[in-house]
Every structure is written in C-alpha cells, then in structure tokens.
C-alpha cells in the first residue's frame, strides 16, 4: 500500500532528536494521493481562517479522520507510529487530524510550537508529534511548512517571555528575534515533514496564484488533553467500524491505570454496546 521500503527509522529519529524533524519523501503512494486529493475536493472550497493563527486566507477541516477512509489509513501509518513509539509513551493519542489550503495571498502564519498550550516549562520532551503531508508540491514562495531546525531543545530564555505573554503572534520583538533563523521545506506532493511538537514552525506566506494544499495528524502523550474532541465529532456508529488501532489512537483505550474510563468501564466495551452510558455506574 504505501512504500515503506526506503523508510530509515534509525535515520529519522537521530534527526528527530538532532534538529527536531525528518522528510519521508515517499510517503504517499500514488494511489493514496489521488485518494486524498479527491477527498480534499470535496471537503474543502467553503472556509475561512477566523483569526491570524488559522490565517485569514487558510482554510482549515478539521476531523479528517471521520471524513474519509483514507485518513484513517494514513493514520495509522507504520512509519508515523514507528516514530510515536519512540518519542512519545505507549497509548498515545491522535490529537489532530486536518487539512491545511493555504491561498495565495495568504502572509506567514506565526512561528508556533504544536504542543504549546501544554504549561510545562522549557527545555523539556515533546508532548505531541506532528506530521505534515504535501498535497500539492511544497515550495518556498507557495507556503511550504517552515521550520527553525533545533529550536525543539531551546530553553524557557532562548525561546523568549513574549512567546509565553500570548502576544507572540503580534508582538514584533518574537519576530525580530526569529527572523532569518527559519530555513522553508520544500517537497513534492506526497512526501511528509514528521517533527518534534516542540519544535517551532510555521505556515510560509504564499506568493504564488495556486493554493497550497496540505494535512497533518497529530499525536499526543496518553497523559495529554488531546486538541480535537473526537468523541463529539465521530458517531458511536463511526468509531465502531472503525479499527482497533484507530479505536485506542481516539481514546477508547486505557492508559494505565484507568485514565480513560468509562464509568468505571473499558471505553470499548461501551462503544460497542447499543444504549448510552450504563446509568448505574
Ligand atoms: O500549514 C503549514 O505548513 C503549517 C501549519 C501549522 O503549523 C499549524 O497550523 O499548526
């Protein structure tokens, strides 16, 4: 299904842990491109960015995976949970799953960290990892992802008090300090950025007159409040045809002990029974 064949997983963790992330250049065949391309076509066309962080001229659909199967598929991609089991416990979650068309016109997004809404103070572990896939070519003038290779190891004073005032996306002494340090990825459509989510990055402004389309899955420590509440967003009915792998990525799992309960429950056993939660417990 994929090609899994020139994935170096020893490769791509030394980069993980040198410089915060690593390209898979393969990642999609053929086949689930054109799969994710059509289902793109369909989803995507009627939003807008409601803020500077989402982009004004972004458009982002979230719950990719509860949209079409083959989100689902690339989920559970071996070579993403390859490298989850190496940065993050077991029983992690999906925390995010979602497409990313950046129009043109559209300015760079803020330099950002994915697990920053995590208050744990720096230099510290990833609490989530993050993969970006390219469904058009990335370019540096088309907004391709742009990273700040190492920034995964900086401290609380190299990544600077106004990241944490709030203000950072507005305030212009992050930007100063971040300018020239960020280096653009560019990857034909297909390949995948995989990174640490404490590694800085951004969206790059899109000069071009095409969109940039993109999706990223997420996935976050077993411990972590994960960013998308998928028990809203995918119907009982959806999660049990779902399979077991991507059950227990969407939290019907037990971190041990019992985080993740049911009313004292294993979630499975009630996502697979017909009523609601059993009212006596
Ligand atoms: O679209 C991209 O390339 C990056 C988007 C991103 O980092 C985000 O929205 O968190």
């Not at 940065?87 to 992690?92: C, I």
């Not at 950046?102 to 989530?128: C, K, N, T």
């Not at 002990?257 to 009313?263: I, K, L, R, V, Y």
Request: charge should be negative; include cysteine; hydrophobic fraction near 35%.
């Amino acid at each position: 299904m994929f090609d899994r064949d020139t994935f170096d997983p020893i490769t791509a963790c030394a980069e993980i842990r040198s410089r915060g992330y690593t390209l898979i250049p393969d990642f999609l065949d053929p086949g689930h491109l054109a799969r994710v391309r059509a289902a793109l076509d369909r989803e995507l066309g009627a939003h807008r960015g409601r803020n500077n962080f989402e982009g004004h001229a972004t458009e982002r659909v979230y719950t990719l995976v509860a949209r079409d199967p083959v989100f689902q598929e690339i989920a559970e991609d071996p070579r993403a949970l390859a490298l989850c089991d190496v940065f993050l416990d077991p029983n992690y979650l999906l925390t995010g799953s979602l497409a990313i068309c950046i129009h043109p016109g559209e300015s760079p997004q803020p330099w950002h960290v994915d697990d920053a809404f995590y208050p744990l103070s720096r230099p510290r572990p990833m609490v989530s990892f993050s993969t970006i896939v390219a469904v058009d070519d990335f370019t540096a003038d088309n907004g391709g992802t742009e990273v700040i290779p190492g920034s995964h190891l900086w401290s609380e004073a190299e990544i600077g008090g106004d990241y944490h005032s709030g203000d950072h996306e507005t305030d212009p002494r992050f930007a100063q300090r971040m300018a020239g340090q960020g280096i653009a990825i560019e990857m034909p459509a297909g390949s995948c950025i995989a990174f640490a989510g404490n590694l800085l990055h951004r969206g790059g402004a899109n000069t071009t007159s095409a969109p940039r389309r993109a999706f990223s899955i997420q996935y976050c420590q077993p411990w972590a409040r994960t960013q998308e509440n998928y028990f809203l967003t995918i119907s009982r009915e959806q999660a049990r045809a779902m399979s077991p792998r991507l059950q227990a990525l969407l939290g019907y799992s037990i971190h041990p002990p019992f985080m993740g309960h049911a009313a004292g429950r294993h979630p499975l056993k009630v996502l697979h029974r017909e009523a609601g939660p059993d009212r006596h417990h």
